[in-house]
Every structure is written in structure tokens, then in C-alpha cells.
């Protein structure tokens, strides 16, 4: 950059730098400013987890939001960052969803089906989060199947499925996630997560979705 008699001249930005350099070394003891955490980004699925799925429940049945869904994701939206990571078609899902959020309020993105990977030895789908432009750090997966996390075990909160035909029986694994406390419980473990800079210790501690899915596998 050309100064008036026509010497090179320093761009203002080496300029500033410059000067914050001998700012910061005039100040070395004062402490670094903290920075602000990303938004928590939670993922649903939305076949038993949003809704009751089950044998009683026909392709073409438009299905219920499951008890409380709506204050559910109304409070949560206040607080995180929502989408929906699904395993069905993208017809079925938005016929659901637009049912209560037609305009992507509550749950602002969707991933489908054709966005989901198979998995060799399973006939479930993976939800692979790297199509989400999200730190893997500050992002977690709602699902009620341990394959869906299978490319990020870590990243996940396994729920037991909510059930057309047996929505009021209790998972014996997971009593605390019974049909009618899922979602304050859910609610609960997504606030003590939110204060953490990387969810994964603790996702992986609560819930060892790797040695789920490993019996999964031995036992299928």
C-alpha cells in the first residue's frame, strides 16, 4: 500500500495488531476474556421419540405429538438449538411436523432418511453428524436405536421407544426415561450438559452406546 510520496505504508490492520502487542505485553497479568460457548444443538428422531410409533400405527395415519411435546420444544428452543435427524421420508416426517411447526420455529432443519447410512451387520440406519456444520462438541442425537450413533457414539442420548400399543410400560433399562417423564427428564440432562464445553465425556459415561450396540450386534 502506496503512502502519498509514494513509500510503501502499513495496512491499519498490522497497525492494530501492533499496538495490542504492546498493550497485552504492558498488561501480561490481566486474564483472558472467556469465550461464549456455541449454542447446545440437540437432533431428534422423530419415529418413537417425537411421536408413537408401532405395529397399530398404519402408513398413511397421520401421528400424534406424544404428551407434551409442544411445551417440551417450546421451552427448549428458548435454550438450545433444535433439529430433527430422522429415519423416515421426508413426505411422512413433514407431515408430521408441519402438523405443529409449519414454519420451523420449534425445529429449525431436518435431515431424512436419504441423509441417513447403513450400517454392515445391522438393519438399522446411522445418523452421520458431519453433515452438520456443528462442533461434534456442543451437538447431540436423540434416538431410540444404538445403530443411529453409530459413526458418533459419544454424541448420543438413547431413549427407549414410545410405543402405540404399550406407550405406558416402562423400559427397564432406562425407568428414569418412562413414556410419561421422557421429556422433563430429557429437558434436565440437556440443561446439565449445556455448561459443558464438550458433551461427549459425559454422553459416553451415561449411556455406553459403543458396548449397546457391540451386544446388539453379538446377540441380533
Same mark, same amino acid.
Not at 497479568?29 to 411421536?51: G, Q, S
Not at 446411522?126 to 456444520?133: G, S, V, W
Given at each position: ?8 505504508? /502499513? ?30 444443538? &440437540?437432533?431428534?428422531? &422423530?419415529?418413537? *421419540? ?19 411435546? *409442544? ?68 451437538? &447431540?442425537?436423540?434416538?431410540? /436405536?444404538? &445403530? ?14 414410545? @410405543? ?16 410419561? /417423564? ?7 440432562? @440437556? ?30
Amino acid at each position: 500500500m502506496l503512502g502519498r510520496a509514494g513509500t510503501l505504508r /502499513q495496512p491499519c490492520f498490522l497497525l492494530a495488531r501492533r499496538r495490542l502487542s504492546r498493550a497485552q505485553l504492558s498488561h501480561a497479568d490481566t486474564p483472558p476474556i472467556a469465550l461464549a460457548r456455541e449454542r447446545l444443538l &440437540v437432533a431428534f428422531e &422423530v419415529d418413537c *421419540v417425537l411421536h408413537a410409533g408401532g405395529p397399530s400405527l398404519s402408513d398413511d395415519a397421520l401421528p400424534q405429538p406424544r404428551p407434551g411435546l *409442544v411445551p417440551f420444544l417450546t421451552a427448549a428452543a428458548l435454550q438450545f438449538d433444535l433439529m430433527v435427524f430422522t429415519q423416515a421420508s421426508a413426505e411422512r416426517a413433514d407431515a408430521f411436523l408441519d402438523s405443529f411447526d409449519p414454519n420451523r420455529l420449534l425445529l429449525r432443519h431436518r435431515l431424512y432418511k436419504q441423509h441417513c447410512w447403513s450400517v454392515p451387520g445391522s438393519a438399522g440406519l446411522a445418523k452421520n453428524l458431519i453433515l452438520i456444520n456443528r462442533s461434534p462438541a456442543r451437538l &447431540v442425537l436423540v434416538d431410540h /436405536q444404538p &445403530v443411529a450413533f453409530f459413526h458418533h457414539f459419544d454424541n448420543g442420548i438413547l431413549v427407549p421407544p414410545y @410405543l402405540a400399543d404399550d406407550a405406558d410400560e416402562a423400559d427397564a433399562a432406562h425407568e428414569e426415561y418412562h413414556a410419561s /417423564q421422557l421429556l422433563p427428564a430429557l429437558f434436565g440432562l @440437556l440443561d446439565k450438559l449445556d455448561v459443558e464445553d464438550d458433551v461427549r465425556p459425559t454422553l459416553a459415561r451415561l449411556f455406553s452406546l459403543r458396548e449397546r450396540f457391540a451386544s446388539e450386534l453379538t446377540n441380533g
